[in-house]
């Protein structure tokens, strides 16, 4: 029993910070622990990404070192101990999913939440506990529901942010079904929609169609239906970082940043008109397509107008074939093409829908980001 009590108390320390902190006289160790993993919720919600790294390793740590120490004992021959240490585990992984579980919510969420808590307590109860089942049945019971106050929409963001590839197909589900649009849930579904955590290994295969599982296709088309427009940037950041991949994925990347509508991609895009060196080639079976940045650039900026890629000759085969649908199967046409947009855009660039509008600005992609989970 003093084994444990020692071991207690250190993961608590470890838990309340540095042994050479300065907490206050009065608090008790278990104020201590609530008080970090308070910090360690506003931190990884910070704005900050790099408060936001740090906190995330912070919490591996802690979640990693009380783990390994309270699991040593799970063996032990007293049954008390073994009893104690079980609650003690069970306790402490609740503590851990909710830290991360609040700080994948907004304040707003938050106050949504608390709400929640009163009038449907039990669906707060599935949300936060480890039980798969019960998720799934919270999330179809959201699915059916007219909820036009969004106010069970942060359940639906922690359910994004489970671990159970079916408890997030779920979420997607009721986000499709109730029309949540909230711009944390659409950043999460861009996620979603590239992590390579989430990509099913199908072999070699370069004509597999966007080289995508389920939950990817499913993110992509939820994200076609809310059409929000601060996804153009990622989504567009994204299908660039992936010229060099053949299975056809910035396709189906690029055609859902287009049909955000933002029309602030134009002049992010512009520049891109000049960047026609060729990053690959493929044959779609009739002949040898070529692609470039260029192709990439113009085939979002036609399509965000409103004109008609067939009008550019860009070799624009059927989305779900698997194919890349931008590129050209000569430079001649490619160029052609190129100075179609640039004469049709010094006709137009002064139209009050065209004018002044701001680059945005396109993101570093972090191909590891959607697999962060919480349960």
């Known amino acids: 029993m003093k084994t444990l009590a020692l071991i207690i108390f250190a993961c608590a320390l470890l838990l309340a910070g540095p042994v050479w902190a300065d907490p206050p006289a009065t608090s008790s160790t278990p104020e201590l622990v609530r008080q970090r993993m308070e910090k360690l919720s506003v931190d990884l919600s910070s704005a900050d990404a790099g408060v936001r790294s740090a906190a995330i390793k912070t919490l591996d740590v802690l979640q990693r070192t009380m783990i390994e120490s309270l699991t040593s004992h799970m063996n032990d021959r007293d049954p008390e101990v073994r009893a104690r240490v079980a609650a003690l585990l069970a306790e402490f992984q609740r503590q851990i999913r909710t830290t991360r579980a609040m700080a994948c919510l907004s304040d707003t969420q938050r106050q949504r939440l608390a709400s929640l808590q009163e009038s449907h307590q039990e669906y707060c109860q599935a949300m936060f506990g480890t039980g798969k089942q019960l998720k799934l049945s919270v999330l179809k019971d959201i699915s059916r529901k007219v ?60 004509y597999n169609p966007y080289g995508v599982n389920n939950l990817q296709a499913q993110a992509l088309a939820a994200l076609q239906k809310i059409r929000s427009l601060d996804t153009a940037a990622p989504l567009t950041a994204i299908a660039f970082s992936l010229m060099n991949d053949y299975s056809g994925r910035q396709a189906q990347l690029a055609d859902t940043a287009a049909q955000t509508g933002n029309l602030r991609l134009l002049p992010t895009l512009l520049p891109k008109l000049a960047e026609t060196a060729i990053t690959r080639s493929m044959s779609n079976g009739v002949s040898r397509i070529s692609y470039t940045n260029a192709d990439l650039a113009l085939y979002i900026m036609v399509t965000v107008t409103g004109q008609s890629v067939e009008d550019y000759n860009i070799c624009s085969t059927p989305i779900n074939s698997g194919y890349n649908s931008m590129g050209f199967d000569s430079n001649e046409k490619r160029m052609d093409a190129i100075k179609r947009f640039r004469e049709w855009w010094d006709k137009n660039k002064d139209l009050p829908k065209y004018k002044d509008l701001k680059p945005l600005v396109l993101p570093d992609v972090n191909h590891n980001t959607g697999s962060d989970t919480i349960d």
Request: aromatic share 12%; hydrophobic share 35%; charged share 15%.
């Open 147 to 206: 909820d036009r106050q969004k106010i069970y929409e942060p359940l639906v963001i922690l359910g994004l942010y489970s671990q159970f590839e079916d408890v997030q197909l779920a979420a997607i589900d009721a986000v499709v079904q109730s029309g949540y649009d909230n711009p944390q849930l659409a950043a999460r579904l861009v996620e979603l929609s590239y992590s390579p955590g989430n990509v099913q290994n199908y072999g070699y295969n370069p």
